[in-house]
């Protein structure tokens, strides 16, 4: 435990207003892990899973109607409105503590109130951000423990001071229509009511270490972001890293973890996991940009992750792993999701936890999906097979390239590079993508999402664009920024380009880019590789279809272009004018092409 004045005024606040019936510290030891796991299995909470097939395995459902983030139910409560944005939903934050209070007083009645001091980054690395969260789920101390460096070390760290961020968490009845997702980035608080799933409620990732720590970074003079970070190896040893941002379920955890196919893996070439969900990023040696994964596991998407799609992120969850929302085949004590094998078992029990078997079809004909779409998995980073060895190192790993990407039936390129930094800032402000399962609501829907940080930026996105901008500026070694498109579609609506492991093929020629070892064609987007430079050695595909992977339509940018406009017209003032300049050179050049 600790004397830190300030740790105990926010536990007896909160204890005092939620009136649990006891106050556990925890201390991130074995033994207490296997205490809690022993009562969270006893009441039905989790379920232990077979520990010859799946040693240290937990099984967990959440309720129906809590299976993904609550974009309409998140706040981000700034004092002035005006810093909250036009792109996220604000509350003054005195009604949003008394809203909340209401709703969480009296509610761990009856229950255990869990005290987790925790570290995002390496303790005592020079970009380790400490918290405290409080909450009454062990499913979420046992998830933080894993994904987060859970120790009383923190406490040391503190030394003193109420330099840590103050996490609130309450399931209080999982009601739907009183779920709250608050950052108050101000007050360093985050207060989290009403869910239990993911996102939501295991504080440490996107409130704290995107919507919090991206203010922290706009008044520090560093970054938040939502991207994985993979170290590529080439044949003669040298290491190259880089960084990229894609929303929600588009890709990020397989692009970290690829296995480059054979014809590069014969010659030498590795890749190395440093992250898959978020890069804190500073200048660093050099004048370099610096990215650390502040993480400590991975909350990853199951279905559709098998041995032959992503390997390496399998590997990770074969033990001391939680799943969440998959089928649970009560034979062997297994789990199952689509996309695991060709094989679905019978006679299990699906995400909701009704009768399910491989096969079943609802009235209409249709098949019932045993395990929900953002049904995930919290794998230690550890357990991964390809992590990098520069994971722990608290300085983090020099960046070569940042890409950004996104779910484009058609509009964008297979890759394109962006002409400087500016450009680069701007190909990264108008990304868009189709929605997926992460978030509640639509599926499929085109929607603006700068940088992949739409739901997670904390503070207005104007603001961020600059910050973006004014961190290029400061840095003597920048960063060649790209896009890429895993996600073209024919006219059959299939994805044209492989994807996976043959991402590497992209990566390659960002590289040479990188290395000046490669030319690009200039377009009225930006820099494009000429077709024949995409390696297809080994691919079932010619260097026409890459051709028109690389296609850049023109009245379909046209109609991008005034999209962008519409979207840019919302930042008003506070857009960088630097980005306007950018959309006019992008109209221009197609009025030209
Ligand atoms: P979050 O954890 O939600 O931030 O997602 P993520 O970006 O890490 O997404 P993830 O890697 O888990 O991918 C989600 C979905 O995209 C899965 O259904 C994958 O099968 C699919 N996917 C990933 N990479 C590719 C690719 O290169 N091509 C295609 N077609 N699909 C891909
Ligand atoms: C995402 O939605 O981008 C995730 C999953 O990585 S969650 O932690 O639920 O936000
Ligand atoms: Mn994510």
Redesign the pocket.
């Known amino acids: 435990m600790t004397n830190n004045k300030y740790v105990l005024d926010f536990v007896k606040k909160y204890a005092d207003l939620m009136t649990p019936d006891n106050i556990v510290w925890i201390d991130g030891s074995k033994q207490q892990k296997k205490e809690l796991t022993d009562i969270a299995a006893s009441t039905g909470e989790v379920i232990k899973l077979n520990n010859k097939l799946l040693p240290g395995c937990l099984y967990h459902r959440t309720a129906v109607n809590d299976v993904a983030r609550v974009e309409q139910r998140t706040f981000i409560c700034s004092r002035d409105k005006e810093n909250c944005g036009p792109t996220n939903n604000w509350m003054d934050p005195q009604e949003a503590y008394a809203k909340l209070d209401k709703i969480a007083a009296g509610s761990m009645k009856g229950r255990t109130m869990y005290v987790i001091p925790f570290s995002m980054g390496k303790i005592g690395s020079p970009f380790a951000k400490y918290g405290i969260e409080l909450t009454d789920s062990i499913y979420v101390v046992l998830n933080m423990i894993i994904m987060t460096r859970v120790s009383e070390k923190v406490y040391d760290k503190l030394n003193g001071t109420d330099n840590f961020v103050k996490c609130i968490h309450g399931k209080v009845k999982l009601e739907e229509e009183n779920r709250y997702i608050c950052q108050f980035p101000e007050d360093n608080t985050i207060y989290s009511i009403n869910s239990g799933y993911g996102g939501n409620v295991l504080l440490g990732k996107k409130c704290f270490a995107l919507r919090i720590a991206s203010y922290q970074g706009w008044k520090e003079g560093w970054m938040a972001e939502?991207m994985?970070i993979l170290g590529v190896q080439k044949p003669n040893g040298e290491v190259k890293y880089i960084c990229g941002a894609?929303?929600?379920?588009?890709?990020?955890?397989?692009?970290?973890m690829l296995i480059p196919p054979e014809t590069y893996t014969s010659k030498g070439y590795k890749v190395f996991t440093v992250g898959?969900?978020i890069a804190w990023l500073r200048k660093g040696k050099g004048g370099a940009l610096y990215a650390i994964n502040p993480e400590n596991g991975f909350?990853?998407?199951a279905?559709?992750?098998n041995e032959k799609?992503?390997f390496n992120a399998l590997q990770s969850t074969r033990s001391n792993t939680i799943f969440t929302n998959v089928v649970y085949n009560p034979k062997n004590k297994t789990v199952w999701w689509e996309?695991l094998d060709k094989n679905p078992p019978s006679n299990c029990f699906d995400w909701k936890g009704n009768p399910w078997s491989g096969g079943m079809t609802d009235a209409e004909g249709k098949p019932v999906k045993g395990a929900h779409p953002n049904s995930?998995f919290t794998a230690p980073i550890k357990n991964c097979p390809c992590l990098s060895p520069e994971f722990e190192n608290p300085k983090g790993v020099p960046v070569s390239a940042i890409i950004f990407g996104g779910r484009r039936a058609k509009a964008a390129p297979l890759v394109y590079e962006a002409r400087d930094w500016k450009h680069g800032v701007f190909v990264g402000a108008i990304m868009a993508s189709e929605t997926?399962a992460?978030a509640s609501g639509a599926v499929g829907v085109v929607r603006h999402d700068p940088m992949a940080m739409l739901p997670f930026c904390g503070y207005h996105m104007g603001d961020y664009f600059q910050h973006w901008l004014d961190m290029g500026k400061k840095l003597k070694v920048k960063p060649k920024i790209f896009n890429v498109n895993?996600?073209r579609t024919d006219d059959k609506g299939n994805?044209i380009?492989?994807?996976?492991g043959?991402?590497m093929r992209v990566l390659e020629w960002i590289l040479d880019r990188c290395d000046e070892a490669v030319d690009a064609v200039e377009s009225p987007i930006g820099l494009l590789p000429r077709p024949e430079d995409i390696n297809i050695e080994g691919l079932d595909l010619t260097v026409d279809t890459i051709a028109g992977l690389l296609n850049v339509d023109k009245a379909t940018w046209k109609a991008e272009a005034k999209d962008i406009e519409e979207f840019f017209g919302k930042f008003g003032d506070k857009l960088p004018k630097e980005l306007t300049k950018e959309l006019k050179t992008l109209k221009s050049n197609l009025r030209k092409a």
């Open positions: 939502h994985l894609f929303p929600s379920a588009c890709g990020k955890t397989n692009l970290a898959d969900d909350f990853g998407v279905p559709g992750t799609s992503n996309g995930r997926t992460a895993w996600f994805f380009w492989p994807g996976f043959d991402n």
